[in-house]
């Protein structure tokens, strides 16, 4: 039915589901062994990438014409599928390196702003009840000046500035209890 490359070629860029099944059962050891040889990677890896370049070659397919086209182009499918899940796999762990990384590092920090966060939690708690609720508000809830001026019953002017000294002294007071540390 599919005796030549042509045909089958023929036959698979049109679709024909039967051509794709010969076409996977014929070749699929050779793909195999090119995925080896392009990637020197172990068998799941491989699988992987003959998966992927099957899938490549039966968007792309065209009739060709000779066995020695059709598995020249074949094995640059494979070829080129094989780098391309080497370098992800390569950006893969690049970012899972950064992240442990930033991990380590927010560890190593972790007490400065444990140390931090108590210091502006007993500073809230000397302000004006009020005023600590604005900050809350504002900073934990996220509200913006509107909604924080409708619930409180103030002008929306009247709550920024309230922000502005709140924050203001606050930063101050910071730089003097954490830049002399």
């Known amino acids: ?16 589901e039967r051509a794709v099944e ?4 014929r070749y699929f050891g050779w793909l195999y062994a090119q995925a080896r040889r392009a990637s020197r990677r172990d068998e799941a ?9 099957v899938l490549r070659v039966l968007r792309t397919v065209r009739k060709v ?3 020695p086209q059709l598995r020249s182009w074949l094995s640059l499918v494979v070829q080129t599928t094989a780098y391309d899940r080497l370098r992800a796999e390569g ?9 442990a990384a930033a991990r380590a590092e927010a560890g190593a920090i972790d007490d400065d ?6 210091w502006l939690r007993k ?6 009840p009020r005023l600590g609720r604005v900050l809350e508000l504002r900073l934990e809830q996220r ?30 007071e910071a730089m003097e209890d954490f830049d002399d540390a």
């Open 143 to 172: 509200w913006s000046l509107r909604e924080i001026a409708e619930a409180l019953g103030l002008p929306i002017g009247t709550v920024d500035g309230q922000l502005r000294r709140a924050l203001r002294q606050l930063r101050l």
């Open 1 to 16: 039915m599919f005796e030549t490359t042509a045909r089958l070629t023929a036959a698979m860029a049109a679709g024909d």
């Open 45 to 53: 890896f491989c699988l992987d990438v003959v998966q992927d370049a």
């Open 113 to 118: 702003n444990a140390r931090q966060a108590d």
């Open 22 to 25: 010969i076409f996977y059962r």
């Open 91 to 99: 950006r893969r762990r690049e970012r899972e390196m950064m992240v």
């Open 123 to 128: 500073r809230i708690a000397r302000l004006d």
């Open 65 to 67: 014409e000779s066995e």
